[in-house]
Every structure is written in C-alpha cells, then in structure tokens.
C-alpha cells in the first residue's frame, strides 16, 4: 500500500440521493443522469436545501417524504 492509497482511509464521500418527480412518480437515485434529471417535472439534489411549494410538498408528502419537509 501506498503512501496516497493510505490517505483514503481517512476520507469518507458521502452523497446525497437525488428525487426527482414525474407527475406524482418520485425517484430516487444515487447516480442521476442528467437526460433523465432534465425530463423530469421536479429535480431535488440531495445535499441541499430547496425551497417548494404547496404542491410539491404534497407531492413529497404522499410519496413518503413527508418526514423531510420543514
């Protein structure tokens, strides 16, 4: 082992799920494509903070995510 394949050991990547949502369809993804991503209706990268409306978060409520919204 190298002394630079030694480093990784030390550092974690953490990434985000992204949802994106066709109609009331929502998906999740790790490793979104970006075809896929511009198709959709609404896009949420993980790792951030957005800001919705009333109906996106309606949307999210019934699909599951409810617990996330604030």
Do not use: W
Request: hydrophobic share 35%; proline share 3%; with cysteine.
């Amino acid at each position: 082992m190298g002394p630079i394949t030694g480093l990784f050991k030390f550092f974690k990547c953490t990434r985000g799920i992204a949802l994106y949502v066709n109609g009331s369809t929502v998906t999740e993804s790790q490793y979104p494509y970006q075809g896929t991503l511009d198709a959709a209706d609404f896009v949420y990268l993980g790792g951030h903070t957005h800001t919705i409306s009333s109906a996106e978060a309606t949307t999210l409520t019934n699909a599951g995510y409810g617990a996330y919204i604030t």
